[in-house]
């Protein structure tokens, strides 16, 4: 089974899905044979139920008494994530959030890319930032050309946001990272998630006051 098919599963699961991956695909470079859902829940910080809940919709991946099979899981993830089909990804707005993303450019995760990012600055169009190349906004029709994009982060200001969505969209785009405080309107069969880093914050501060953590630092993200 994979996210693609029919069955749909929870979407907090599905969110869950690249942290059990990272995790295991650690176990067997570590050389790891097995894992149990309490070690899983101690490394990921998720409680066991939860993890077994969230295992329980893909069938049986264990076994009690035994454990999880670390090379069966992390097969299965690699499928389910479609880890092999390597995702090409378009950065707009090359400031200090969109610099540091360049840098960092998925370094743990090697079939997501940022592989072309786009700004007006004088500075930086022409240039290489951590190695992407870094062209004017108003060569993106020649530069999304037949490129296959399927991913846009959008680190512009929010008064740009809409307009540069609309052509990412125009150029195949379908799933949209917005890390700025716009909400931009999309079709129905484009994907967008929000991330507004002072709403987060916010969030933790309020999490932290009313929702605390048992002692061993976990919590049912249900």
Known sequence: MTLGENTKIPQATAKRLPLYYRFINNLYNQGKT??????????????????????????????????????????????????????????????????????????????????????????????????????????MDKRLKDENISIAILTVPAQAAQSMTEQVIDHGVNGILNFTPARINVPSNIRVHHIDLSIELQSLAYFLKHYPLDQEGLENLE
């Open 34 to 139: 097995r894992v149990s859902s309490k070690e899983l829940s101690d490394a990921v910080k998720v409680d066991s139920a939860t993890i077994r809940r969230d295992f329980s919709y893909f069938g049986a991946l264990g076994k009690k008494g035994y454990g999880y099979n670390v090379n069966y899981l992390l097969t299965f993830f690699k499928e389910t994530l479609e880890q092999d089909t390597f995702t090409k990804v378009v950065l707009i707005g090359v400031g200090n959030l969109g610099t540091a993303f360049l840098h960092y450019n998925f370094t743990k995760n090697n079939n997501t890319k940022i592989v072309m990012a786009f700004d007006t600055s004088e500075d930086k169009v022409g240039t290489k930032v951590g190695g992407v190349p870094v062209y004017h906004i108003n060569e």
